[in-house]
């Protein structure tokens, strides 16, 4: 299992959290963000037990998806719906996002 799983799981519990606020304006962008944010430590676990191309796309996926949760949280700041995420989440996210572009390359 790659050392940045118990960082994803920590992001999807920061994003649960974010959504009952967000849900409160706007039902549809909070369960966007549920949705993106469980499935990176889904594909990062997938992901670890598959071979070859199949690894490479549950990594890509668990990107995609960690990159639509930074696109959430934008969103919802700039329309209000929520404060700007904290450092903390955003370091989180950053550490996700560039292990999972090293290991896509």
Same mark, same amino acid.
């Given at each position: 299992?790659l050392?940045?799983y ?18 409160r ?7 966007q963000? +549920?949705? %993106?944010s469980v !499935?990176?430590p @889904?594909?990062i =676990?997938?992901?670890? &037990?598959?071979?070859?191309r199949? +690894?490479? %796309?549950?990594y !890509?996926?668990? @990107?995609?998806? =960690?990159?639509?949760? &930074?696109a959430?949280?934008?969103v ?12 903390e989440?955003r370091q989180?996210l950053a ?5 999972l572009v090293?290991?896509?390359?």
């Amino acid at each position: 299992m790659l050392r940045i799983y118990p960082v994803a799981l920590q992001l999807a519990a920061d994003a649960a959290r974010a959504a009952e606020l967000i849900a409160r304006k706007d039902p549809d962008l909070a369960r966007q963000l +549920r949705r %993106a944010s469980v !499935s990176v430590p @889904l594909n990062i =676990a997938e992901g670890s &037990r598959a071979r070859g191309r199949n +690894r490479n %796309a549950r990594y !890509s996926d668990a @990107l995609g998806s =960690a990159l639509e949760t &930074r696109a959430c949280y934008d969103v919802a700041a700039v329309v209000n719906y929520m404060p700007e995420p904290s450092d903390e989440v955003r370091q989180r996210l950053a550490r996700i996002i560039g292990t999972l572009v090293n290991l896509t390359r």
